[in-house]
């Protein structure tokens, strides 16, 4: 039906959370180029953690007020820096990466545990030291009665149609810092290698995606949820083949590789996926004290070689 935007789609002049060749709701295929050829893809569908999440390097993020305009790219509700600057940072075990803008999704892209949330936000980096690569830091949300999310507070009673893709709404002294407020855990979180989840799908990003949900309203979703406009389709790409590539974030499941196996007889090992810690084995040499390497092999969900071949950068004009 929308096969003829596939053409446009595989070079747009569109960039992260820019409007471009972007249709919803997503249908395979429609979006070419590397949204159809790519083998590191985003979103994915974020593991069961049979162990329970792992306990992580804690994110810190140096954020801060600052001026920022709020747009609509047609298909997201973007709030941007006006001066993304190295020092409005977030740091994590991948990198550090400069904040640029953040934007939201109806309907959570990642799904978690097999769950989908009926929003999601991304706050896109640049990898500072590597402007070929993005970090992203994501969170789904969940309606609570009674908790308001600080940072939609500051932003959701003035938001822009989907109807004007030029207008700029100036927001002086956005409290950036108020993002992270709702996260109850910043040390728990996946990561993995994936790509922007609108045309072009460049896949040179370090995904970063909070295991816990921010709680928001039933009135501050409704107003998300009616500014982006596609409330009966939604704004997300679902889940995408993973091909092997490596998600952290779940804790390893013990049982079964080492000598003493023995003691966890727990009643609850009855199903052992084996895929949790199948590949451990090689690099997990006991409590190694490389905490990075040890941690990401212990970590392993889903391994084998990955082949996240950073593909040339086709984002020419940033965000
Ligand atoms: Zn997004």
Same mark, same amino acid.
């Given at each position: 039906m929308m096969r003829t935007l596939a053409f446009v789609a595989g070079f747009p002049v569109a960039v992260y959370g820019g409007s471009g060749a972007v249709s919803y709701p997503y249908v395979d295929?429609?979006?070419?180029g590397v949204c159809k &050829? =790519? &083998?590191?893809? +985003?979103?994915i569908a974020l593991p069961q953690c049979t162990a329970g999440n792992s306990k992580r390097a804690e994110l810190a993020a140096s954020y801060g007020s600052h001026d920022a305009e709020l747009s609509h790219t047609g298909h997201a509700v973007k709030i941007s820096l006006k001066t993304p600057t190295d020092a409005i940072k977030f740091v994590s075990p991948t990198g550090t990466y400069k904040l640029v803008q953040c934007h939201w999704h109806d309907d959570s892209e990642h799904t978690i545990d097999g769950k989908k949330y009926p929003l999601c936000a991304h706050c896109v980096h640049e990898k500072i030291g590597d402007s070929s690569r993005y970090g992203v830091l994501g969170v789904v949300y969940e309606v609570d009665s009674t908790v308001e999310d600080p940072f939609l507070k500051s932003i959701v009673d003035n938001l822009p149609v989907k /109807?004007?893709? /030029?207008t700029k709404i100036d927001k002086a002294?956005?409290?950036? /810092?108020n993002y992270l407020a =709702?996260? /109850?855990?910043? +040390?728990?979180y996946y990561t993995y290698a994936g790509s922007l989840t609108t045309p072009p799908c460049t896949e040179a990003v370090d995904w970063h995606v909070l295991s816990h949900p921010v709680k928001l309203t039933q009135a501050q979703l409704d107003k998300m949820v009616a500014a982006l406009g596609? +409330?009966? &389709? =939604?704004t997300f790409r679902p889940p995408q083949p993973l091909n092997g590539r490596v998600v952290l974030g779940c804790a390893a499941v013990t049982t079964g590789t080492t000598a003493n196996n023995s003691t966890n007889s727990s009643s609850t090992a009855s199903n052992t996926s084996s895929n949790a810690n199948s590949n451990t084995t090689s690099s997990n040499t006991s409590s190694g004290n490389n905490t990075t390497t040890a941690a990401q092999a212990s970590n392993a969900v889903a391994a084998a070689p990955a082949v996240a071949a950073v593909v040339a950068l086709l984002v020419p004009a940033l965000f």
């Open positions: 295929d429609t979006w070419g &050829t =790519g &083998t590191a893809q +985003s979103p /109807t004007d893709t /030029t002294g956005v409290n950036f /810092t =709702g996260m /109850t855990n910043l +040390s728990n596609h +409330s009966a &389709t =939604g």
